[in-house]
């Protein structure tokens, strides 16, 4: 894979993340009930990011989870023939709460459709949103996201690569193609 572009540099990453923390504020009035959780890899130092820019901006800290979605996948059987399934219980109570799912990329939607069923197994929410850096496009379910870092029209011969400090060593998001 070849780099094609650098779409977000460490500053565009903070300044995304920032933008979000005070939007999720403002659209659910406060932060009251509110969890976020991360989906694993990346949403989950995203998710304790936004977490962390929102205690700095109202003074109280929002509990983060993490989901892993394999249990969930719809193709669990293409990847593999024997799939290692993880538990699918989540780390942080749902019921009646505002559940903000955190990733980096939105694609085809099939990972947050997973996510969201997820969270439903695990208790009623009152709402459940989707907080993502980067919105690709190229849906194939009908899945929107609640806030966006930034749109970025993509082919689908195209990758889109988000590293984080906490589990790359960097922030950046890049554009790739063979």
Known sequence: MKVKNILLDQQAIERSLKRIS????EKNKGIENIVLFGIKTR??????????????????????GTIDIT?????LTTICKTPILKSSKL???????????????LYTGRTARA???CILNNGRANSIQLAILIDRGHRELPIRAD?????????????????????DGNDCAILKYN
């Open 91 to 105: 780390d942080i109570e749902t019921k009646n709460k505002k559940v903000i799912i955190v990733d980096d990329v």
């Open 147 to 167: 806030y966006i870092g930034k749109n970025i029209p993509t082919s689908k011969d195209e990758i889109v690569s988000v590293c984080f400090k906490e589990t």
């Open 43 to 64: 949403g989950v130092p995203m998710a304790q990011r936004i977490s962390n820019f929102i205690e700095e901006i109202e003074g109280i800290k929002i509990p983060v």
């Open 71 to 75: 249990f969930y996948r719809d193709d």
């Open 115 to 117: 996510a969201i069923e």
């Open 22 to 25: 005070h939007e999720i504020i």
